[in-house]
């Protein structure tokens, strides 16, 4: 009996155990990353909560930041200094023994802090807030010898949109937000919230970085918040040459720019022209300025160190302002008042004082305030000019900037702050006004801080001149008295100098 020829399949055999093992790989390479990523999942897990922990922190006791001794022994010793020079004004034996009781903590503090510099620099932050507490105390020294002197007061904070204080005592320390969005090559700009009242955009943040001619304004962002700042996240990046000409006939020159309920308004590249840009409806409208004596424009009589900040345009609690010079009036500074609707403008104030001797200049409830390079860390506003009346005079109130050159100096009414850019940072400032004073037959009586009597005569013969140019002008602005919705309060980094 034959057999029947039979075959093994050897080939599907093998074929199936190398998928078998194939497969027993596959899996114990999932199952290996299964644990990795339950690893992972774990050690994030307590990152997250410890995050979690340290945020909760920040929030009720103020964000930690690295510290050196050095910057620490350096303020202690500019506490000590300040402590001394507030003894030698006190003037009962109260305030002499509490200012004593104060120096002899600071002292302890210092042998502290120098303790803590050779052993234990975990508890620094512990010294940081003593020496705040300390802080605290002597300022409240000084307000009340101030107070007891008649040295003028400080107010507390102003009523937003109203002009309830007698004008800007002091400005406070430079708090550096972030540099501009184009870079470290773009050293002039502009920046800054809608200064409207009452703006449906209240919490909208512009940055104007002009081109490297340092003359030309073509590109800028808007942010929706404070945070979307930071994070350069903007709502869109905008153009003012909207059909991308050779010749960019929407552009605009210096770093004079405002934005006011949703609009920018600049001066017109290569012109003494006004033009006012909605970003929204990409709609760019320009005004020729007729003037039987017209403003300088292209570089003529521009700040000092600026260019081409010929025409600077400002806001304050009574609307928009604009602040040029002439040939006829000899590149003395002009005020004039700005219709946002219609841009047609008012009666001038001519004033005393030179534009191009000025660093900078801004408004606060009509009154024009001017700036003067001090030294490559500090401008002087030295210069105040009231439309109200049409005087002016001189004053001295410091401004420290983190770097040389001020590019742009505007104020906010909605927040109180000043807004400045400084060689492409974006940089602003609290500021804080005088208390008003009591009336005298109606009016307000305004003790000037360090104003000397020399000064007091070049102001007398100032207030002649000017009074004869031009009357008080009504307030423009709508909304005036109303009060705008509060605005989120930015944070930034403070600028010390050692």
Known sequence: MEIAHTYFPARSVERLQSDYYNLTNYLQDQLNMIYNNQARLSTTKTNLTDLNVRVKYVKAFGTHVDLNFQRLISDIHTVVSLAHN?????????????????????????????????????????????IMALRQKLQECEEAIALSSGTPAVSGPSSIGKCDHDGLLKVGNPQLVKLNWKGMKFKAGSWGKDFALGTKFKDYYWVFPMNQ?????????????????????????????????????????????????????????????????????????????????????????????????????????????MIYATTMSNGKLVIKKIDPETLEVGTPWITSQTKDSLSNSFMIC?????????????????????????????????????????????????????????????????????????????????????????????????????????????????????????????????????
């Open 366 to 498: 009509g009154v024009l305030y001017g700036t003067k390079r001090k030294n490559s860390t500090h401008d002087e506003i030295h210069y105040m000019y009231d439309t109200s009346n049409s005087r002016e005079r001189n004053i001295q109130i410091l401004i420290e900037k983190p770097l040389p050159t001020v590019q742009s100096l505007n104020y906010n009414p909605n927040d109180q702050k000043l807004y400045m850019f400084n060689d492409g940072y974006l940089v602003f400032y609290d500021v804080t006004f005088r208390a008003p004073t009591a009336k005298r037959d109606g009016e307000l009586v305004v003790t000037e801080k360090h104003q000397d009597s020399a000064a007091e005569e070049q102001t007398g013969s100032r207030e002649e001149q000017s009074s004869s140019v031009s009357d008080q002008q009504e307030d423009l602005t709508s909304g005036e008295g109303s009060r705008a919705n509060d605005d989120e309060n930015p944070s930034a980094l403070p600028v010390v100098r050692r």
């Open 213 to 321: 001619d340092e003359r030309t304004l073509e590109k800028y962002r808007l942010y929706a918040s404070f945070k979307k700042l930071l994070l350069y996240t903007p709502i869109r990046e905008y153009t003012l040459n909207i059909n991308s000409q050779t010749v960019c006939d929407g552009c605009g020159q210096g770093a004079g720019v405002v934005f006011f309920n949703g609009t920018f308004f600049y001066n017109c590249l290569d012109s003494r022209a006004l033009c006012k840009a909605d970003p929204f409806s990409m709609r760019i409208s320009r005004e020729d300025l007729e003037d039987p004596d017209p403003a300088s424009f292209n570089n003529w009589f521009s700040y000092q160190g600026v260019k081409y900040q010929d025409i600077d345009l400002a806001g304050d609690e009574k609307g928009l302002w």
């Open 86 to 130: 507030i003894s030698k004004n006190a003037t009962t034996d109260a305030t002499k023994e509490m200012i004593s009781d104060l120096i002899t903590k600071i002292n302890t503090m210092h042998t502290v802090v120098t303790t803590m510099e050779k052993s234990d620099k975990n508890n620094i932050i512990t010294a940081q807030r003593e």
